[in-house]
């Protein structure tokens, strides 16, 4: 047992995971009382001594609990102490479950007590009180709405990962992973896996090769590729044999799933699906096994459907290929230039072991976040949770993107040739939640498109006759990073994108010059809370929408806090937003331009 | 010199050598039975106990695991007559402070004469943006807006419809403006420009993207003869004046030609008495309603090619199909999800999506209407597979008429369809909507109850009688969107090619 002993001192504390609700530390002189680290943070212990200088940091006296070990992933828990604050942990992999279940079951009790005290001055509509947030010991929040109107119930696993997490060279990565989730796990999808995983092991290294060879370009030797693909197909028919197809899908539907399916981000990577209430079990067997033992069944086939899928919504569609366009011109360097379907040429090149690091990397609990809306008993669920999920060892956190975007200096244009109808779009750089600025623009997107008596609207559409619709999105591509505040409009014809675009940017300044009206704004705050109440009605909605807040905000509550924040915010500061941020340097146009023939 | 690519592959990679890898993979094998006799050696000795032991469960296959029934007893609304036929269904629903309102009213775009071609969308948008007799256009959206009230309308293919959603406190005066909007409309000379341009422009950029292109040629062969087969023109579009809106409006805006639905938090007797108030002096319309005209005729296979050169084909074919108020709707649709609605394990998703990854969207829809329905196939692929790809679709289609079903997959859509069943009620205005449909549809108002019966009785021999009832490969359209120099196979092996007219009129 030596082997497993290790030492940790204060400098790598950082390093080690701490479990919540599980670890005393006791200092000595002043600080004998337990020391319990800051909520909010359950991946690191942060250790700051408050005391004033010249006094050192405080000497541990006593640790009770344990920890995980990062790259053990095993329980560890001091067994000694020494001085300048080293302290030996063991290996404490078999630790008695007995004070689990009743830390546990205690920790559980008081929720309760406290969210029925909480329950009382709660009105309504108090969406508080409706939901409860949870951990497992691995890292993982729950949250969890009762509603149960209806026997069914809405289940969103969201991963805090997404195509801006890619490194580079590898776009797509993350969607591709997603659909590759789709194709079964050792228990799921197959028939034998022990037989199955030798010639996976086979069609992986015949399509690596294949890749390799293809990836030369002139050089490419033909015999090779045919001799290659011929093999590949060889190997894939005989993989049939094991496979049992789309099982997943399968069990699911013949369960009576609604909305069974994922959708990648650029900044999450979102896995749904609806189930009749009695079902909950069979969506944590199969979803827990997908996070702990998948396969990547069927690869080259499906990178295939994923270059059908770019063709189809990217190639094919003059909106989205606008898009990809302005955003690659707006982004110089931060991976939000990137598409989230990834480039075709880097698609093209995926591979099982790229993706499997990817997954590995970050599928971490720590960066998941479930949302259970609908008929659920909540302390039932967490036990399946518990027992499920709670299986699958934590992981070292993952570390956010490096990359910053530089300052842009000076506007940037670019046109996108399509054989289509002109369209227009304006973006300008901007930060992100928590920033007061996002929700500044969240007004001012308001003020300017939502609704016939939006500024824009009324003006561009049914005053002056100029455009058939005009939008704005605030937070494009993603809301994890500093992102875009973007205008799109289409013309109406024989207006151009230069007519209307000078129109916009009237309505910008206006918005610096004199401030908003209070009608506009109680027009915005009345608009909000019906938004809040009629999403309760859904359950995938608002599953979808706590999950959502939850990984981006990092605390769900960003939704119940939202309308607060939104008051406090002065018609000054908009004007003030306004005058910062939309400027002319600070601002990337994109239009659409049929091509001259021949031109593309 | 043929192996020098391995060579160098393998030192590029050594750390992820796969000889490597592959020895390591058998060592982790051998560890793990020998972990699996210790196992076993433990179960044996701790049989009793291990048997209750949870995390023995957890391995079972998913297939396995058993659940408690769902007692649930599925609501029903209340259904009432106004003296002036305006038809009524009520469900309370009191978790959160809103109503809803949705009705249906009989018209349609199938209405309009022809050369008037768009005529009943834009008298479904002025009415609500073109004021009312009360308020001007202006003042009513700012009206809704303070208040986040949204009211909606519109007129589709074969109805019109009328929604409201609003806060329980804010519904006495929203109900009055919601009343006026089907009542009295206006019709604003100036909104109704401002829709007719919108349509204009929405004509100019019809051709934009290929699925518009692919389901409006569909569209006009499949009905062609027939009002629901005919396209808005610009020309046509010019030629509309406020007057035909106001007589559109007239002809088919009246209470016993309405069914409203209404949900939310309200008290049934209060909420009677509001509508009541606000329609009851609203006079009975006395011209009948003509029926709507069936279309029928299936077509001799004819392949329609939209040339445009978008870097992916967008197949569409297709033909007309059983009606829903019919027995053989319950197994057709079971048919339909077997052969491509019902996802991963539909077979032309099978075949052509998850086998040769020939393309990400693909499968088959039907729709069952009133005394006619449509059933079709779509798939989109790179140029080079288009060919490939309708052959796999024209051979699925063609092995379900001649082998029908098995027993496998016939359970796998009957217990889907079933077990997915109970969503129809997870709304209350969900469910509103769908009994004033039904009603609309003139089926029968047991139909949800009866629904999974109806399901359950379907066997194999349902399917594979209908599907040699209604499925016509041979006589179905075909539309491909694309660009055809860089087809693998000419179209005309699959008909005669009519090339579709994508100018502008």
Known sequence: ??????????????????????????????????????????????????????????????????????????????????????????????????????????????????????????????????????????????????????????????????????????????HFLEHLLFKGTKSIGTTDYMKESIILEKIEKAGKYLDWERQKGDKMDPNRVEHLSKELAALQSEHKKYVIKDEMDLIYSQNGEKGFNASTGMDLTTYTVSLPSNRIELWARIESDRMMNPVFREFYSERDVVLEERRQSYDSNPFRKLLEQFLATAFLVHPYRNPIIGWESEIEMLDPDKVMEFFRRHYAPSNVIVAAVGDIDPDRFMQLMERYFGRIPPQPPVPPVITKEPLQRGERRIEVLFDAEPQLLIGFLKPTVPDRADYIFDIISSILTDGRTSRLYKRMVIDEKLAVSVNTMNGVPGGRYPNIFMISATPLYPNTTEDIERVIYEELER???????????????????????????????????????????????????????????TTGEIQDAARKYFRKSQRTVATLVKPEDGEI | MIMMPFITFDNYNHRYSYRYRSCMHRLRYKSRFKSLWVLLIIILLFLPSCISNQTAKLDVHPSQLTYPPIVFTPPKPDRMVLPNGIVLYLMEDHEIPLIKINAIIRTGSIYESEGMTGIAEITGTVMRTGGTKTWNPEELDRKLEYMGASIGTGIGLESGSASLSVLKKDFNEAILIFAEILRYPVFDPEKVEIA???????????????????????????????????????????????????????????????????????????????????????????????????????????????????????????????????????????????????????????????????????????????????????????PGTTGKVIDLILEEINRVIEEGINTDELDWARDSILNQFIFSFASTSGLVNSYISLEYNGLPDDYLETYKCNISNVSIDDVKRIAQKYLKPQRSTIVVVGNAQGFDKPLDCFGRVEEADLNIY
């Open chain 1, 1 to 174: 047992m030596k082997k497993d002993n290790f030492m940790i001192n204060k400098r790598s504390w950082p390093d080690i995971h701490w479990l919540p609700q599980r670890m005393k530390i006791y200092f000595h002189g002043k600080h004998t009382h337990p020391f319990t680290a800051p909520r909010g943070d359950e991946n690191r212990i942060y250790f700051r001594d408050k005391r004033p200088w010249p006094f050192g940091p405080p000497q541990i006296m006593k640790i009770e609990g344990y920890f995980r070990d990062k790259r053990s992933c095993h329980l560890v828990s001091p067994r000694s102490m020494k001085i300048n604050n080293e302290v030996y942990f063991r290996d404490k992999k078999k630790v008695g479950r007995a004070f689990t279940l009743v830390s546990q079951t205690l920790f559980i009790l008081l929720q309760l007590i406290f969210l029925l005290l909480s329950y009382k001055n709660a009105c309504a509509i108090d969406l508080e009180s409706k939901v409860i947030r949870r951990h497992l010991s691995n890292g993982m929040t729950v949250l969890i709405m009762e509603r149960h109107e209806t026997p069914v119930c809405s289940l969103y696993i969201r991963f805090k990962a997404g195509a801006v997490d890619e490194p580079s060279g590898e776009s797509g990565t993350a």
């Open chain 1, 511 to 569: 918005l610096k010059d004199e401030p908003v009206s209070d009608w506009e704004l109680g027009k915005i705050k009345n608009q909000i809370q019906v938004e809040i109440i009629s999403g309760l009605a859904s359950n995938p909605g608002m599953a979808d929408k706590l999950s959502y807040f939850e990984a981006i905000s990092g605390d769900w509550r960003y939704l119940s806090t939202y309308l607060d924040i939104i008051s406090t915010i």
């Open chain 2, 196 to 382: 007719k341009m919108k349509m204009t422009e929405s004509i100019r950029r019809q051709n934009d993207e290929p699925i518009e292109i692919a389901s409006r040629e569909f569209k006009r062969r499949i009905y062609q003869g027939d009002p629901r087969g005919r396209m808005p023109t610009i020309e046509g579009i010019v030629r509309i004046t406020r007057n035909d809106l106001t007589e559109f409006h007239r002809a088919y805006y009246f209470p016993n030609n309405i069914i409203m639905g209404i949900s939310g938090d309200f008290e049934k007797d209060a909420m009677i008495d509001i509508i009541t108030r606000n329609f009851g002096d609203w006079e009975k319309g006395s011209q009948p309603i003509p029926a709507m005209p069936v279309p029928s005729r299936i077509d001799e296979r004819a392949l329609i090619y939209a040339e445009k050169p978008f870097p992916q084909s967008t197949i569409l074919l297709g033909h007309l199909c059983c009606p829903k108020n019919d027995p053989d709707y319950f197994p057709m649709e079971v048919l339909n999800f077997i052969l491509g609605s019902g996802g991963f394990n539909s077979r032309l998703m099978k075949e052509i999506r998850s086998d040769r990854g020939l393309a990400y969207s693909v499968g088959s829809f039907y729709r069952g209407a009133v005394d006619y329905g449509v059933f079709g196939a779509y798939a989109m692929t790179k």
